[in-house]
C-alpha cells in the first residue's frame, strides 16, 4: 500500500511539474508565428549597430528586439518596417500595409516622435535647465492632449489589417538613474526628463490595454544600467559625433532589456 501511495505520489509530482514547464515555456504558437514589427527608432534599433542595408535611413539593425526574436524563436516568417524617426502618423500612412489577416504577431513601438522626444533633448543639452523644463512641460501637455487619439489610430489600423493577431506595445525607458553623481544636466532637468517618459509610457500603457493589447514595460529591467547609474550603461549618452544615437539603447540594451520582456509578453 505504502508503495503504491509512493508510485501514485511521484506520478502527481511529476504531472505538476511537466504542467509548470509547459506554462513556462513559448506558446508553440511562435514557431508558427508570422510576425511584423512597426514602429520607430527604438523599434528599428537605433544606436544597437549592424545596421541592414536594405533598410537605409530606417536604421533597421540585426540586434534589435525584434530581430533578436526572428534568430531565436524562428517564427515562421518575420518583417521590420519599423524607421528611425517614426511618428504615429508614419506608421499608419507607411507601415501598416506590412500586415495581413494572416499576421499573427504585431510588434509596436511609437508616440515618442510625436511629443518631439529629439528636440527636447536638444533644448536640455544646449540651453539650461528653464528651458529644459519648459520643453519637458510642453511635451507632458502633449502626451495628454493629443497622443490618446493618435496611438489609438494605429492600433485600430494594426486591428483592422490583422485581427486576429497577438499585440505588443513595447515601452520606452526611463533615462536617467537619480541621487547620483553626475556630470552634465541638472538634478532638476533630469528629473523632469524621467517625469516626462514616465507619462508617455503610462498613456500608451493604458491605450494599449484599451485596445486589448499587451504593454511590455522596459522600465524596470533598465533600472541599474541607466545613465548615471554605476551599472553597465544600456543607453547612449549624448554623442556629439554621432548625435542620432544619443539616449538610444545599445546592443546590450535590446539584448538584456528589450528583448527579454518583449518576448515574455508575445507569449
Known amino acids: 500500500m505504502r508503495r503504491t501511495r509512493l508510485v501514485t505520489l511521484t506520478l502527481s509530482l511529476a504531472a505538476a511539474l511537466a ?18 514589427a512597426l514602429g520607430d527608432s527604438y523599434a528599428s534599433g537605433v544606436g544597437a549597430d549592424s545596421y541592414t542595408a536594405e533598410s537605409g ?33 508614419d506608421v499608419i500612412n507607411t507601415q501598416l500595409a506590412a500586415l495581413s489577416s494572416t499576421t499573427t504577431l504585431v510588434s509596436v513601438t511609437v508616440g515618442g516622435n510625436d511629443v518631439g522626444f529629439s528636440s527636447i533633448m536638444t533644448a536640455c543639452v544646449l540651453y539650461g535647465e528653464t528651458d529644459c523644463i519648459a520643453a519637458v512641460q510642453a511635451a ?34 526611463v533615462f ?4 547620483t553623481i553626475c556630470v552634465g544636466l541638472s538634478a532638476n532637468s533630469r528629473a523632469k526628463i524621467n517625469e516626462g517618459i514616465n507619462l508617455l509610457d503610462d498613456v500608451t500603457k493604458t491605450a494599449a490595454t484599451a485596445a486589448g493589447f499587451k504593454f511590455a514595460d522596459v522600465r524596470s529591467i533598465f533600472v541599474g544600467h541607466q545613465l548615471c547609474s554605476y551599472g553597465e550603461k544600456w543607453l547612449h549618452a549624448l554623442n556629439y559625433l554621432s548625435l542620432g544615437i544619443s539616449y538610444h539603447p545599445t546592443a546590450a540594451g535590446q539584448s538584456g532589456g528589450f528583448y527579454p520582456v518583449f518576448s515574455s509578453a508575445a507569449g
Not at 533597421?60 to 517564427?75: E, F, G, I, Q
Not at 536617467?176 to 541621487?179: D, H
Request: proline content about 6%; aromatic content about 8%; hydrophobic content about 40%.
Open 19 to 36: 504542467a509548470t514547464f509547459a506554462a513556462a515555456a513559448p506558446a508553440s504558437a511562435a514557431a508558427t508565428d508570422r510576425y511584423v
Open 57 to 89: 535611413s530606417c536604421q533597421r539593425s540585426t540586434n534589435a528586439y525584434s530581430a533578436l526574436y526572428n534568430a531565436r524563436v524562428k517564427p515562421a516568417s518575420y518583417r521590420s518596417v519599423a524607421c528611425s524617426g517614426a511618428t504615429t502618423a
Open 140 to 173: 507632458e501637455d502633449k502626451v495628454r492632449r493629443e497622443l490618446p487619439a493618435k496611438l489609438a489610430a494605429v492600433y485600430n489600423g494594426i486591428k483592422g489589417r490583422s485581427p486576429s493577431a497577438r499585440v505588443v506595445v513595447v515601452g520606452y525607458p
Open 176 to 179: 536617467y538613474q537619480l541621487g
